[in-house]
């Protein structure tokens, strides 16, 4: 078995294999069971076949009636048998246990068909419960032996008892597996899905409550995130209406003409328009997207100076995930523009794809300017940005088309020294 995948991936590997075991032992303690009562079915018909055997010898011998008897009482006696009958082919009896006379003519005779539903051959013995019958060819005669019932039934008692026993702790093992194992992976599934939803790393063995934890400072992250936008949006707002404000005025004196109030109504207005660009939900347009193909796209679209060296290091195999060839593609491209923008002047971009375990792994990395460590928790917060234009959008944009994907984004950054952009995808190999 195969481990070291995500955390609930092994859990669940090893409760199969758990509920397996408990399945193997159980059948093969049945099936020691079966081999048991075999081997007393077994034991029983080597002593009724001994029983036959010392019968036969009996009636081949010259003995006479009386003692005859005699000799047969004392085989019943010494096997512990409830009833002994040995008769002739037309079932005219020679010797009946449960009767005092040994004179043949006293006797009627024995129908074996009221127990057995058909006849045995010549030489074979056949069973049903406790009851056997043998058809000897020399002499050439029938022996019926009904056995004490005590020991048989005793063991046949036990042996069902343990047929039910067993079944009953298959059932009840199977329901208590199925239902622990589900009451397990209920708040582990919920919790992964949550963690990927965050695009949260869960290869951890605390990794329920390192997710939650995780889970808890990002939400913290979105509400602080929530009230910076709602103080940015208000800022904006309050800016606008207070130029739109001042205009108006100056428009009323004929010092600015109207048309500077529409330009600055242009601008609330385009906004507005970006916030709802962002806030709406993305429609994928879902197919199996190669990363190597995304990346050569991505490429195309941003002119890379000859003052920055490009560097790419990628496998030869396919990258395929499943997701928006063109979200993907826009989202490598803001990447690769932030990469370039943050080099001032000579520098390098390194690009890495390839797989890692289950996961398709594309990153970039910049020799820029870098970003500060406090200001990392904070780059992917809508319009958080330090350039002098633009809405700090990118970034943003950027880990939503990525976690819509099923993916994370990581972000490692030196002031100084660069920053190295991580995407990671689950593969897609069907």
């Not at 481990?3 to 059948?27: E, H, M, N, Q, W």
């Not at 390098?348 to 990392?376: F, P, W, Y």
């Amino acid at each position: 078995m195969k481990f070291g995948g995500s955390y609930p991936r092994d859990i669940g590997a090893v409760a199969t294999t758990f509920i397996v075991l408990i399945l193997f032992v159980a059948v093969f303690n049945l099936y020691i069971s079966f081999q048991f009562r075999n081997e007393f079915v077994n034991y029983e018909r080597s002593n009724i076949l001994a029983i036959t055997s010392v019968c036969r010898g009996y009636l081949k011998s010259n003995y006479d009636g009386r003692e005859l008897s005699f000799l047969l009482r004392n085989l019943g006696r010494s096997f512990n048998i409830a009833h002994l009958v040995v008769t002739d082919t037309l079932g005219r009896r020679i010797y009946d246990s449960w009767s005092h006379f040994n004179i043949m003519s006293s006797l009627g005779d024995f129908d074996f068909l009221d127990s057995f539903e058909k006849m045995p051959m010549t030489q074979e013995l056949i069973q049903k419960d406790n009851d056997f019958l043998y058809a000897s060819a020399d002499p050439p005669v029938y022996i019926y032996v009904s056995l004490v019932p005590a020991y048989s039934i005793i063991l046949g008692n036990m042996f069902r008892w343990h047929i039910f026993y067993i079944t009953i702790s298959l059932i009840f093992t199977s329901f208590l597996g199925f239902f622990l194992i589900r009451n397990l992976f209920l708040p582990m599934r919920y919790v992964t899905n949550l963690a990927r939803e965050f695009g949260i790393e869960i290869k951890k063995e605390d990794f329920v409550s390192a997710t939650f934890n995780e889970v808890y400072r990002k939400l913290r992250m979105r509400e602080q995130m929530l009230v910076e936008f709602s103080a940015y949006i208000a800022h904006e707002f309050r800016n606008s209406l207070g130029a739109i404000i001042g205009l108006a005025r100056l428009v009323e004196k004929g010092k600015k003409p109207g048309s500077e109030i529409a330009k600055e109504c242009r601008n609330m207005e385009e906004l507005i328009t970006r916030i709802l660009e962002y806030s709406k939900p993305l429609s994928l347009n879902v197919s199996r997207v190669h990363l190597s193909r995304v990346l050569d796209d991505a490429l195309e679209r941003v002119s890379i100076p000859k003052r920055i060296r490009l560097i790419i290091k990628r496998t030869h195999e396919p990258l395929p995930v499943k997701g928006d060839h063109e979200l993907l593609t826009v989202a490598v491209t803001n990447l690769l523009k932030n990469a370039k923008e943050a080099i001032r002047g000579k520098g390098q971009i390194e690009i890495v794809a390839g797989r890692k375990d289950e996961s398709m792994i594309l990153s970039i990395t910049d020799s820029g300017v870098g970003v500060e460590e406090r200001e990392l928790d904070m780059i992917f917060n809508p319009f958080f940005t330090r350039k002098a234009e633009g809405m700090g959008l990118g970034l943003a944009y950027v880990r939503k088309v990525i976690e819509e994907h099923g993916g994370r984004v990581e972000v490692v950054s030196k002031k100084g020294k660069g920053t190295t952009f991580s995407l990671e995808f689950p593969a897609y190999d069907k």
